[in-house]
């Protein structure tokens, strides 16, 4: 059974930063693509960030892309979400997904595994 557990988030200032983990078990975590996603009150769940199983390839949202960097270590069966210059805008459950039947994908309905969500709240 693959389990994904989020950790990380927490109440931020606009300007700071935050680090968010996914640890994976239950599956060969380098045959997985790994994506981070995030939910807003109100609003559908939308694409943050993606890597390859290999950590080749990477991929963001406009509204993210050079301030969040998302990284693996299969070593550790783990995904990372580096989020810089956090904007009160970015406030949201954020969620990591896998999947084993894609390299790469930025769609919800292309992944398989959710963790259960981490909140981040950024002030202004």
């Known amino acids: 059974q693959v389990q994904l557990v989020d950790s990380g988030g927490g109440l931020v200032q606009a300007g700071g930063s935050l680090r968010l983990s996914c640890a994976v078990s239950?599956?060969?975590?380098?045959?997985?693509?790994m994506g981070w996603f995030r939910q807003a009150p109100g609003k559908e769940r939308e694409f943050v960030a993606a890597?390859?199983?290999?950590?080749?390839?990477?991929s963001y949202a406009d509204s993210v892309r050079g301030r969040f960097t998302i990284s693996r270590d299969n070593a550790k069966n783990s995904v990372y979400l580096q989020m810089n210059s956090l904007e009160p805008a970015d406030t949201a459950v954020y969620y990591c997904?896998?999947?084993?039947?894609?390299?790469?994908?930025?769609?919800?309905?292309?992944?398989?595994?959710w963790g259960q969500g981490t909140q981040v709240t950024v002030s202004s």
């Open positions: 997904a896998a999947t084993d039947r894609y390299l790469i994908a930025i769609r919800t309905a292309l992944y398989d595994y």
């Open positions: 239950g599956h060969t975590f380098s045959t997985l693509a």
């Open positions: 890597i390859a199983w290999s950590g080749g390839s990477t």
